[in-house]
């Protein structure tokens, strides 16, 4: 059997789960620390309580497990196991653990039991070489990781910049396996298809003109995503002159609400009560809030582009999966995890230096001037798909567990 340990149910790992289920090829069982997610919990990133509103746990073999809980969500400390997890695994028949890294002390603790109870250890992370910080304390935290790195057998990597991560802390080729970072693609394409017929409507809905070329940013509004270089980029295209009405669409909440309300003339606001104090040359712009699981296609269906200006600690960015399969054209800072796999191939002019926002603004004008097809996005993003690293995972259990019969 092969064992999953993950901190909770997350919307973009459950896909992985249901179809390595459906295939039937192999017997395997997620192993959950925490039920974050599944009840509403206040989020500090997005500063509201949320909960997805989609089904997380049906369809695929899991299990709760009893860990001890540290006070913060964010800190290393937050889930820790009991004693004894390498000899329940043993006990439950697992030849193979796979792991999602390394940012909580229950993972390490899982990596170093199983291998005394002789179990294969495979670990699926997101960090790469941009993320990973710099300097000294960088040295001190890449010399205790390589301690743990050293008792992994295999390394689902996510993409180039996480395998260039792992060969550079002296992992060899033949230990890492491509695991795509994935979406349901299938959910979001479909869910597109079913909206675009009342897009103007959806525009209409939150105040974006018809003849607009609309800029979405999703995701949490905190200061290492960057929101405020989107809006400078807008400001600076429209005193240039660009031929067309320009317009920002924000899905998401965070600690930087009031200031970029305050940088742009609000067309629409869900909250409501809020007035502009921008100026007439600010971007217009509109605020509709958190957008859960099952509402946030109507963004990437009403928008032309998705925006992604965040800082190196941008380990992938997973709202580029969900726009390019919604067959929305994305434009990405340098420093995100996903743009060597993701935005390069596409269009080399879509990316730009992180903070650069002249040089952002040159890629929202390339992206205007010729946005790629939906088709050519559907094309690509089809490889980052989870039936691929569920093939992977299949053929890397059948050899493992041919290896320790033999």
């Known amino acids: ?27 395997f069982r997620v192993f959950y620390m ?17 909960a997805w509103d989609i089904d997380l746990l049906t369809g695929y073999d899991h299990e709760f497990i009893d860990v001890r809980f ?28 796979w792991v999602q890294g390394w940012q909580v002390a229950a993972y390490w603790q899982a990596v170093w039991e199983a291998r005394r109870a002789g179990i294969e250890v495979w670990l699926r992370g997101e960090t790469n070489l941009r993320s990973s910080g710099e300097g000294t304390v960088r040295g001190m935290k890449r010399a205790v990781l390589r301690r743990l790195l050293a008792r992994v057998d295999r390394f689902l990597y996510i993409g180039e910049a996480n395998r260039q991560f792992y060969l550079a802390q002296g992992i060899r080729n033949d230990r890492m396996i491509p695991a795509p970072y994935c979406v349901d693609n299938i959910r979001f394409a479909s869910q597109a298809y079913r909206l675009r017929p009342v897009r103007q409507a959806l525009r209409r ?5 018809d003849e607009a070329f609309c800029f ?8 290492k995503k960057r929101p405020g270089d989107l809006v400078a980029a807008v400001q600076g295209l429209q005193k240039q002159g660009v031929g067309r009405p320009l317009h920002v669409l924000f899905v998401g909440t965070g600690e930087l609400d009031e200031d970029l309300r305050r940088s742009c003339m609000i ?28 509402e946030v296609a109507k963004a990437y269906v009403a928008a032309d582009c998705l925006v992604l200006p965040s800082d190196a600690s941008e380990t992938w960015g997973l709202v580029v999966n969900e726009a390019m399969a919604s067959g929305l054209p994305c ?52 490889g980052y798909d989870p039936l691929r690293t569920v093939e992977t995972v299949e053929q890397v259990f059948t050899k493992a567990a041919t290896h320790q019969t033999a």
């Open 331 to 382: 434009v990405t800072s340098d420093a995100c995890g996903c743009v060597e796999d993701l935005v390069l191939p596409i269009r080399s002019e879509l990316s730009y230096p992180v903070g650069n926002v002249a040089r952002l603004q040159q890629s929202l004008q390339a992206v205007m001037a010729n946005p790629p097809s939906s088709t050519l996005l559907e094309e690509h993003i089809a």
């Open 1 to 27: 059997m092969l064992a999953v340990l993950t901190t909770h149910p997350i919307q973009y790992q459950v896909p992985l789960w249901k179809a390595l289920s459906a295939r039937g090829k192999m017997r």
């Open 34 to 50: 925490s039920d974050l997610g599944l009840e509403h919990r206040f989020d500090p990133g997005f500063g509201r309580a949320i």
């Open 267 to 294: 067309a629409f606001d869900a909250a409501g009560g809020h007035s502009s104090g921008a100026s007439e040359a600010a971007p217009p712009a509109s605020f509709v809030g958190f957008l859960n699981q099952t």
């Open 205 to 209: 809905q939150w105040r974006i003109p």
């Open 70 to 97: 540290g006070r913060f969500q964010d800190s290393f400390s937050w889930l820790k196991l009991k004693p004894g997890f390498g000899e329940f695994l043993r006990g439950q028949g697992v030849r193979a653990l």
């Open 216 to 223: 979405l940013f999703l995701g949490k509004l905190i200061r």
